[in-house]
């Protein structure tokens, strides 16, 4: 059982309406419209529009009316999380802003500009310490962003190579240094160790036993260098 109210501008009811309901607890059903208790507002044959006809943001709330999950500026910026936006999506969670994507054929990311010049689309990764409100300088030995390569080996994902921005030197706003890592795991292990390090002199030092080898061609001998 449930309760419906039925809206109609222009023919048959049975084709064309918007719907506002309550189902049961009783109910049931497939899919989120047919959840048992749900409120629910539907359109039929027609968008569904929602929004404000003055210059207010649109908010969904959760727990009671007291945390913004969602906010829609008056520009058209998103935010996901308590905080307003700061740029055309943001998020923000106090603990863990995380977001993933799944896909069981593909996972891309496509990030693409276009303009008529030869900037390139850009991932930027900001370090920061303190807090969003409360912003704190780096200092030195902070990692400033890592691109982390993980692999599925059964019970967990085990991130098994990664590439990292270092804060090499902090001394003042204006003079930082930095360094790239370049980390792989060894056989016989899950925990990745730095390989090769590019530092602020643009020097590329090999960071692991393993020395420096160069290949003769396929399937060739590998000579190493010490």
Do not use: C
């Amino acid at each position: 059982e449930f309760r419906r109210v039925l809206f109609r501008s222009s023919g048959p009811v049975s084709t064309f309406y918007g719907e506002f309901g309550m189902n049961s607890s009783g109910f049931t059903g497939t899919g989120s419209f047919n959840l048992a208790s749900a409120v629910y507002l539907s359109a039929t044959s027609a968008d569904l529009v929602m929004g404000t006809t003055t210059a207010n943001n649109v908010r969904f709330v959760i727990n009671n009316g007291a945390t913004d999950a969602m906010r829609i500026d008056t520009t058209g910026q998103v935010a996901i999380g308590p905080n307003a936006p700061v740029s055309l999506f943001s998020m923000y969670n106090a603990t863990s802003a995380t977001a993933t994507i799944q896909g069981d054929a593909a996972a891309v990311v496509a990030i693409e500009r276009y303009s008529t010049d030869a900037a390139s689309p850009t991932v930027a990764m900001r370090k920061f310490r303190g807090t969003v409100a409360a912003k704190a300088a780096v200092t030195t030995g902070d990692t400033m962003g890592t691109l982390n390569f993980a692999a599925y080996g059964g019970t967990n994902n085990r991130v098994i190579a990664q590439i990292s921005g270092f804060v090499e030197s902090y001394v003042s706003d204006t003079n930082i240094s930095s360094y790239f890592g370049f980390n792989t795991t060894p056989a016989g292990t899950t925990t990745p160790v730095e390989r090769v390090r590019i530092n602020s002199n643009g020097d590329l030092i090999i960071t692991s036993t393993g020395g420096l080898g160069y290949g003769t061609g396929s399937g060739g001998a590998v000579t190493q260098l010490t």
